[in-house]
């Protein structure tokens, strides 16, 4: 049964403040971590964690620093290195992830790692806190590979089916911040407003910190909606498939064009497009070039009308 579906990388890099030296020592680290890992399916993610600045970085309601940018490692696999049990049943990559860390020497304090578990398909408190136990035991035992024994955040993938399977995902998690102390921050993914309460009709739950929804130029129904609802419960949208469908002619046309004043690729307007508009993102690649890019986001601002003419595209 497959527990996690990504595990993504959070990268805390790109502060403004920083020196062109600091920067590429810090790209060249993720690269040795993201080189190592051989491409495929699905997984985790990291980061590179220093350096936090306001431009690069925002502050979660737990009070952790958390990365503007961070990747997906869905594009990677670990069946070439997880040799002693190859195809696990646990999603992909995140013991070649692991693995790939630990042979990378990249500190991992360097590193913002989530975890992600998937336990919607069960019904009932009891269950769905069973299931999202044991994908929390899961991770931790994947990360024991690469010698993870702590993750800076754990994001359940889906809600469950009802307001009491929810509650019992989150006792779980709760369990695993509280009394496993393994993991700093709690987050969840493709959350209602109805499902973020039924968390937060409990005053004593520990609050979500991130909801992981997709939002990007492509798809922002309502306008600032899926932003607004989860602002006013003070948790942070991380924007999902940030860029799927924007680099289309039909929007990319005019990201391009806006990028021309900024020196900025189409992709990286839409990206900052999200950023601006108050969320974070998690976005994948297999290229090098893309990857850098992609985090070179945060060193120009678009205009009010920019934002406007960009919005209206979708
Ligand atoms: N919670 C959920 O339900 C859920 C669902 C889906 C995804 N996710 C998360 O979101 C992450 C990203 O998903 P996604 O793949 O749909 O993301 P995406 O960012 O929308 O799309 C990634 C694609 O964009 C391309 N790309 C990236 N940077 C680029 C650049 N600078 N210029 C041109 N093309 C660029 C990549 O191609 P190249 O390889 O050629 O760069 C890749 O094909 C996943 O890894 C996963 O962690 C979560």
Redesign the pocket.
């Known amino acids: 049964m497959f527990t996690f579906t ?1 595990i ?1 990388v959070l990268i805390f890099v790109l502060a403004a403040s920083s020196t062109a030296l600091q920067l590429d020592s810090r790209r060249t680290a993720l690269s040795k971590v993201i080189g190592a890992v051989p491409a495929v399916t699905k997984v985790p ?1 990291v980061a590179l964690a220093d350096s936090v600045t306001p431009t690069t970085s925002v502050a979660l309601n737990s009070g952790s620093r958390f990365p503007l940018a961070s990747f ?4 990677y696999d670990d069946s070439t290195v997880d040799v002693g049990r190859p195809r696990s049943g646990l999603a992909g990559n995140q013991k070649g992830f692991a693995k790939a860390v630990k042979d990378s020497g990249v500190p991992r304090e360097q590193l913002y790692i989530c975890g992600t578990v998937l336990s919607n398909r069960v019904s009932g408190e009891d269950a769905a806190y069973k299931k999202t136990k044991q994908g929390c035991l899961e991770n931790m035992d994947a990360m024991s590979v690469g010698a993870i024994d702590h993750l800076d955040m754990i994001m359940l ?2 809600p469950g089916p009802n307001d009491d399977s929810v509650r019992g995902q989150w006792r779980a998690f709760e369990e695993m911040k509280l009394m496993d102390k393994t993991v700093d921050d709690l987050a969840v ?2 959350f209602s407003a109805q499902q973020l309460d039924a968390i937060l009709s409990n005053e004593k739950s520990i609050r979500p910190t991130v909801n ?1 929804l997709p939002f ?1 130029v492509a798809y922002h129904p309502g306008g600032t909606r899926l932003i607004d609802y989860n602002t006013e419960r003070n948790i942070l949208v991380q924007s ?5 469908r924007v ?1 289309r002619s039909d929007f990319s046309d005019l990201l391009e064009a806006i990028g021309k004043r900024y020196n900025k ?1 189409p ?2 307007v839409g990206l900052r497009w999200i950023v601006q508009s108050g969320a974070s993102f ?6 090098r070039t ?1 990857f850098a ?2 985090l070179n986001v945060f060193d120009f601002a678009l205009t009010e009308t920019e934002m406007d003419a960009i919005s209206k595209l979708a």
Not at 72 to 75: M, P
Not at 240 to 244: D, E, H, N, V
């Open positions: 990504v993504f993610s997906g490692l869905q594009v993938d889906y993914s493709n992981q990007s999902w498939s940030p860029l799927s680099l690729s992709a990286q998690c976005t994948q690649s297999r290229s893309h890019e992609d």
